[in-house]
C-alpha cells in the first residue's frame, strides 16, 4: 500500500513562489514514475509535471513549463514541486500521484494524496 501526504500549499500573491512537497510510504518508492496534478474549481484535473525513477527525465505541462520543477529525494521518499512566478490561474488543489508506470493522464496513477490547496492572489 502506497501513502502520499501533500504539504506546502498555502496563499501567496501572483509572481511569489511556493515549494509543495509529497512523502511517500511505498517500498520500492524509488521504482515509481511521480506525478503533480492540480484541479481547479469547476475544472478537471490536469496534469502538470512527472518525473521518472530516474531522476533525469521529467516533463512538464505547457502552462507551467519554464516556472515549475519537480524533483525528487529518493533518499527521503519525497517528491517536490517548486512553483515560481506564480499566477492567478495557477490557483487549484494540487495532488500528487504515484505509479509504476505513471504517464501523463491521471487514469495512469493508482495512488493519489488528498491534495494541498494553493491559491494565488492578483
Known amino acids: 500500500q502506497v501513502q502520499l501526504v501533500e504539504s506546502g500549499g498555502g496563499l501567496v500573491q501572483a509572481g511569489g513562489s511556493l515549494t509543495l512537497s509529497c512523502a511517500a510510504s511505498a517500498p520500492a518508492f524509488s521504482s515509481y514514475f511521480l506525478g503533480w496534478f492540480r484541479q481547479a474549481p469547476g475544472k478537471e484535473r490536469e496534469f502538470v509535471a512527472r518525473?521518472?525513477?530516474?531522476?533525469?527525465?521529467?516533463y512538464y505541462a505547457d502552462s507551467v513549463k519554464g516556472r515549475f520543477t519537480i524533483s525528487r529525494d529518493n533518499a527521503k521518499n519525497t517528491v517536490y514541486l517548486q512553483m515560481n512566478s506564480l499566477k492567478p490561474e495557477d490557483t487549484a488543489v494540487y495532488y500528487c500521484?504515484?505509479?509504476?508506470?505513471?504517464?501523463?493522464?491521471?487514469?495512469?496513477?493508482?495512488?493519489w494524496g488528498q491534495g494541498t490547496q494553493v491559491t494565488v492572489s492578483s
Open positions: 518525473i521518472a525513477w530516474s531522476r533525469s527525465s521529467t
Open positions: 500521484a504515484a505509479d509504476p508506470s505513471g504517464g501523463f493522464t491521471d487514469k495512469t496513477y493508482s495512488y
